[in-house]
């Protein structure tokens, strides 16, 4: 099939997160037809332009010069140029560069199109095992232990299963933290070095699997993506905030309504509010 460029268009190609051959023919055929491929390092997709004999002009864009080179990408779409934006690995602007050009762009009018491809996150759920009809992305969890206890905190009531990027280096340090913080049964999910050499994808309670990583140092190298279970909401298991909440809206509204406005807001049982409202009334 034919891939038409389009002048004037910011395409946002993915990459692969590891393995080569994960560039759908697509990818390729705007790599090697559009007047600039903008890259987070341009090394770096040097070599995936080399794998595919792409002989293509490209040009820097990452954290640090983004602001700028968004004015000078902005201009070259208004010149009817076409520019591919990819970054190092996967899908970019998920935890890699891209959004402010992106809402440039699309500010201004400018055509914005996707080439989709690989995408850590994404990968890592569909190997997980754990619900995935909802989910959040987290992004990097913070370095620093008090702030990473802090982030895990907050999402201690989280019922969707929660996806995050973190160096494997770190990852001892921050299981141990999910057992202080989310309890030690909490299931997680480590899914390292996708669709490379030593692809490992291994699950079991935060406790199990801390002993695993400690008694296994190359679990520690490499990439991974973590993912943790949601919190069961169960009946008597409703968290302080819940409850506050419920016990508001009860001074103003039927039991019914309270309990449904309740269980919207904070996506518990709506069934379980209930039960715990008729208790308030013995
Ligand atoms: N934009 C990328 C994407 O679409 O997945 C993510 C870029 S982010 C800077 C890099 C992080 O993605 C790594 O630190 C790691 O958490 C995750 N990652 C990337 N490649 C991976 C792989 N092959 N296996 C596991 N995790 C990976």
Known sequence: MQTQINS????????PIGNLGDISQRALDILSQVDII???D????????TAYSIKNRTMSMHDHNERQRQEQIAELLQQGKSIALVSDAGTPLISDPGFHLVRHCRQLGLPVSPIPGACAAISALSV?????????FEGFLPSKSGARQTKLSELLDESRTMVFYDAPRRAIDTIEDIVKVLGGDRYV????????????VHSDSAINLLSWLQEDPNQLKGEMVLIISGALVKEHDISA????????????????KACAITAEIFQVNKKDLYELSLTYKK
């Open 8 to 15: 004037g268009t910011l395409y946002i190609v993915a990459t």
């Open 38 to 40: 903008a890259c987070e």
């Open 42 to 49: 341009t090394r770096h997709t040097q070599k995936l332009l």
């Open 128 to 136: 997980a095992g754990l619900p995935t009809d909802r989910f959040t």
């Open 189 to 200: 999910v480590i899914a390292r070095e996708l669709t490379k050499t030593f692809e490992t």
């Open 241 to 256: 905030n819940v409850e506050r909440s419920l016990k508001l809206l009860l001074k103003e509204l039927p039991p019914k």
